[in-house]
């Protein structure tokens, strides 16, 4: 059997296990206290409770486009990342996992600690990848609400966004990080 021949959906349902398990074990292992635990269930929280409010307003009739450079609007999206379906998705974040296993093994030898913006950053991945995780296993997709105007190629929700601002923090961090001079660790 071939990992292209697996559904998507298990694919994509694995593929969260696996994230949400390894940015776990970087937060066990490297995080400085508990705080993360704090931001995980606040993302978890308000992307279901934002979610439960806009099927109830969906489901009354009461979404309409707002005249602003945002709008809630209800979108089932079936699709993977960004709308799209990988059929290789689960050799993708297997990839990404061996790899992240990899780089805490490094890590554990250089006796790293995460900064408080990096601690961030893992917690909305996780807390982001729990919430998506949810929906994929508990309704078969994902609701996406949060549509920032017709020249947006996407719909969001809570979840998506916690995912996109700790990409955009690991980003700047990297940026800065490759910016200062060379110091051993």
């Known amino acids: ?9 298990v694919q994509a349902i694995i593929s969260a296990i696996l994230i949400i398990a390894v940015m776990v074990l970087f937060l066990l292992r490297f995080a400085r206290g508990k705080l993360w635990v704090g931001v995980i269930v606040a993302v978890v929280l308000l992307d279901q409770a934002a979610k439960f409010v806009v099927v109830d307003m969906f489901r009354e009739g009461r979404l309409e486009p707002a005249q602003s450079w945002w709008s809630l609007v209800y979108f089932e999206n079936r699709m993977l990342g960004f709308g799209e379906s990988d059929p290789l998705l689960l050799v993708s974040a297997l990839g990404c996992f061996v790899a ?8 554990e030898k250089r006796n790293y600690r995460m900064g408080w913006a990096t601690q961030l950053a893992a917690a909305l991945i996780v807390g982001g990848c729990l919430g998506i995780l949810i929906d994929r296993a508990g309704r078969g997709y994902v609701i996406d609400f949060i549509d920032f105007g017709p020249r947006s190629q996407y719909v969001y929700n809570i979840a998506d966004l916690a995912v996109i601002t700790a990409a955009v923090i690991l980003l700047a961090l990297s940026l800065i990080h490759i910016s ?4 051993p660790y």
């Open 1 to 9: 059997m071939s990992f292209s021949s697996i559904p998507l959906m």
């Open 100 to 107: 992240l296993i990899v780089l805490l093994l490094r890590l």
């Open 180 to 183: 200062e001079p060379t110091r």
